[in-house]
């Protein structure tokens, strides 16, 4: 019995140590398992992570759009009018990417707001020039320039408000705004009172034409009537004009985008002229045949004065003469007084 005891103590330990060694395999494959799953979650953080910044920049992108849209917002367009006839005007001027594009996108949204482009006006402006040599007789432009563009877009009162906030989305800057409403309520009278009264004098002029009486006056009466009527048309129109205004608002926008570069390479003109030009040496005895042509008009040019230096020796022959005669006077004195 005593002999079997280490034996059997011998088993035992080897299934413990089994037992462990199976226990930290366990933990070990856990442990691989926990770090792999951490692994694959940080992974996937890093992947929603790019989502999550164009989500960002889509919110800012479209915060600033909202906060243009509200600089573009005001209670004088968009307020109710009632029983007042308003004229409505805005002018802004605001910064944007590209003109042309921007133009046909404000046009676009003119026709959608069932309005229509009155005027549009775009160009490019050169605000400085470089020009630098490039060798072999050729020279390089470097011009900056700035494209800008005016509109002017009518549109229904109603729907003012309608069509900034569409044109939105091309403002990259805003400069400047200015919104009125005119009240035009009275002046609409004034025109309505003063057609009714130019009306009344062309029916009593009319009147006045048809009746007998002598030509003279039956003529100026008729005429009287045509001037009426002449102004009758023109207040109607006039009120019609004015009608259209208060129907339709109108929208001046002055747009402009940041200052660009042209670069144009072109031909060196100096360059070409000096390369061709003639030599040292022919050029010399150039200057030389003109100088001799020259001295030669000159001398032509005196020879045509001969009246005047005909006239000036005369005047000279005298002099010496009597310069001659005097000293011939002094010699003979001297010659007696000896």
Not at 222 to 231: F, K, M, P, V
Request: net charge neutral; hydrophobic share 45%.
């Amino acid at each position: 019995m005593n002999k079997r005891y280490p034996a059997t103590w011998a088993v035992a330990l080897m299934i413990a140590m089994v037992t462990a060694c199976a226990q930290q395999r366990e933990s070990a494959a856990d442990m691989s398992m926990s770090s792999a799953e951490s692994v694959a979650m940080e992974s996937a953080a890093d992947v929603s992570l790019p989502a999550k910044a164009v989500n960002a920049v889509d919110v800012e992108e479209e915060a600033a759009e909202a906060d243009v849209a509200t600089q573009l917002t005001s209670t004088t367009l968009s307020g109710v009018s009632g029983n007042r006839k308003l004229v409505r005007t805005a002018n802004v001027r605001f910064r944007v990417k590209d003109v042309y594009q921007a133009a046909l996108e404000i046009e676009n949204a003119a026709a959608d707001s069932a309005g229509f482009v009155a005027g549009s006006d775009i160009r490019a402006q050169i605000q400085s020039i470089r020009r630098r040599p490039l060798g072999n007789g050729k020279v390089v432009e470097l011009a900056e320039y700035v494209v800008t563009g005016d509109l002017t877009i009518r549109v229904p009162s109603e729907r003012t408000q309608e069509f900034l906030h569409a044109i939105a989305g091309t403002v990259e800057y805003l400069d400047q705004r200015d919104f009125k409403a005119v009240d035009v309520q009275f002046d609409l009278l004034r025109q309505y009172l003063d057609q009714q009264r130019i009306a009344e004098t062309q029916r009593a002029l009319s009147a006045m034409a048809q009746q007998n009486g002598r030509v003279g006056e039956r003529q100026a009466a008729i005429e009287s009537a045509g001037q009426s009527a002449a102004a009758r048309d023109h207040a109607r129109i006039e009120q019609l004009k004015l009608n259209d205004q208060i129907d339709f608002s109108t929208i001046r926008l002055s747009i402009y985008q940041p200052p660009e570069l042209r670069t144009t390479e072109s031909l060196d003109l100096d360059a070409q002229a000096r390369q061709h030009s003639p030599g040292f040496f022919s050029r010399l005895g150039d200057s030389l045949a003109i100088g001799w042509y020259g001295l030669l008009e000159v001398l032509l040019q005196l020879s045509k004065l001969w009246p005047l230096w005909l006239l000036m020796a005369v005047p000279l022959i005298a002099i010496v003469g009597l310069w001659r005669f005097v000293k011939r006077r002094r010699r003979s004195k001297d010659a007696s007084a000896r």
